[in-house]
């Protein structure tokens, strides 16, 4: 089956800098991948989400890469602030009708020091 | 903005006791999921749910797991008979036809 490997598990930045966290898939026919911000106590909110017909997709100060050939995906957030700190879910699906089966990465904690 | 509501927030049980987690899913989305999350791991797919039935399960919906749409708005999860493992972080999600998923806030289920 699926599986999506996430690094690193914790990344520190200072205010102000970039953040990036990778994560590798298996299944080849994965074609759906969203990125999840988790703050404390809170269920998942999906931040962006990239297809695999585009090789990458902006939102602001948030960024996401597709390389299909390598079977890896990057999420990245500029100009990082406070309040950017939460963990970090990448997840890898299939799109159309149902895209609920998402398998997740472990997560990354993000911490941006003020 | 609409959002997925579950309840309740937190559940303490004893081990052998049954448990229904509950969740509104948001009111136009046809499709609807539980996940879990157990402490400081990633989140884990259990069940979807369309038109009424099981679409897909993971292999840690056992048995001992059902999920039910009582009424036009509730989508339950019941645990027939709890183990200590069974202690976790429960999302509800739902999402409409292609769409992105919505996740509620989780009930954190112990399990005693």
């Known amino acids: 089956g699926e599986n999506v490997e996430q690094h690193p598990s914790t990344l520190s930045v200072q205010e102000g800098d970039s953040a990036v966290i990778k994560c590798t898939y298996s299944?080849?026919?994965?074609?759906?991948f969203p990125w999840y911000k988790q703050e404390l106590g809170k269920g998942p909110q999906l931040i962006i989400d990239?297809?695999?017909?585009?090789g990458e997709k902006k939102d602001q100060r948030i960024a996401v890469t597709l390389n299909k050939t390598a079977k890896h995906f990057s999420l990245h957030i500029t100009e990082t602030q406070p309040e950017d700190s939460a963990v970090y879910f990448c997840?890898?699906?299939?799109?159309?009708?149902?895209?609920?089966?998402?398998?997740f990465g472990k997560g990354t904690k993000l911490s941006v020091k003020p | 903005e609409p959002e997925v509501t579950q309840t309740p927030s937190h559940q303490v049980t004893q081990m052998g006791q049954e448990v229904i987690l509950r969740c509104v899913p948001i009111?136009?989305?046809?499709?609807f999921y539980w996940y879990r999350q157990i402490l400081g791991q990633k989140v884990e797919f259990l069940v979807s749910?369309?038109?009424?039935?099981?679409?897909?399960k993971s292999e840690i919906f056992d048995d001992q797991f059902s999920v039910e749409r009582p009424d036009g708005s509730n989508f339950t999860l019941k645990i027939r008979s709890t183990k200590l493992e069974d202690s976790a972080m429960y999302f509800c999600?739902?999402?409409?036809?292609?769409?992105?998923?919505?996740f509620g806030s989780g009930t954190q289920l112990s399990v005693l």
């Open positions: 999600a739902s999402s409409g036809l292609g769409e992105k998923l919505f």
């Open positions: 299944d080849s026919a994965s074609n759906y």
């Open positions: 990239i297809r695999s017909n585009v």
């Open positions: 997840a890898a699906g299939s799109y159309g009708g149902s895209q609920g089966n998402l398998i």
């Open positions: 009111s136009n989305h046809l499709y």
């Open positions: 749910f369309y038109n009424n039935e099981i679409s897909e």
